[in-house]
């Protein structure tokens, strides 16, 4: 759920890539967006980005070997396409005071559109929620959510996810050791 896809153990620090795993943010297209008229280079470009976009076009123009004139042509037509949505820096999360990760289910009370929309606007308010997902199967949701350790998740769990609106049921599992952990959407070649 939470997101780049490099195996490290888990204090090592996590590269800067061109974007999180997570939902899209609100400002971003709810439509898929198309990949017609994407080539290999915009494959490699998109690739490169997502390992460290804190390269410089001079330096990416090399790596996917362009002219650094075309490299920023077509870095910035890639952006206008809305297959780069932002550029961010990934923070360690122990090294900020979020080293433990939970996962959350939650099963709500009633399947009604206002019960959904309500839960929705609250969760998006929860401190250290990562991500929220409406998913299939057991649970109505899944949230990930970052706190300092066992001890700060109870108290969020005592004061915010107790209060939540329409919850019936809520699960948590805390994570032991991240396995594999990634922010590199997958490309077709």
């Known amino acids: 759920m939470c997101a780049s896809r490099t195996r490290k153990p888990p204090d090592a620090a996590p590269a800067p890539a061109a974007h ?5 943010p609100a400002h971003a297209a709810s439509a898929a967006v198309p990949e ?3 080539d290999r280079t915009d494959r490699a470009i998109l690739r ?3 390992r460290d976009a804190s390269l410089s076009n001079v330096a990416l123009a090399a790596k996917v070997h362009l002219s650094p004139p075309a490299c920023l042509r077509r870095v910035e037509r890639l952006k206008r ?6 550029t961010v820096a990934l923070l360690h999360p122990r ?4 080293g433990m990760l939970v996962m959350i289910g939650v099963v709500l009370d009633r399947s009604t559109p206002e019960s959904f929309a309500a839960f929705e606007e609250a969760v998006a308010r929860i401190s250290g929620c990562m991500e929220c997902h ?27 996810l107790l209060y939540l609106p329409g919850v019936r ?7 032991l ?5 990634t922010t590199e959407l997958p490309l077709a070649i």
């Open 20 to 24: 999180p795993a997570a939902a899209p």
């Open 36 to 38: 017609a008229g994407i």
């Open 48 to 50: 490169t980005l997502q």
């Open 81 to 86: 396409l809305g297959l780069i949505d932002r």
């Open 95 to 98: 090294a900020v005071g979020a």
């Open 134 to 160: 409406l998913v299939t199967g057991e649970f109505d949701y899944f949230m990930l959510v970052r706190t300092r350790d066992s001890d700060s998740f109870n108290r969020l769990h005592a004061e915010q």
């Open 169 to 175: 049921q809520v699960r948590s599992f805390m994570a």
């Open 177 to 181: 050791r991240n396995v594999v952990s």
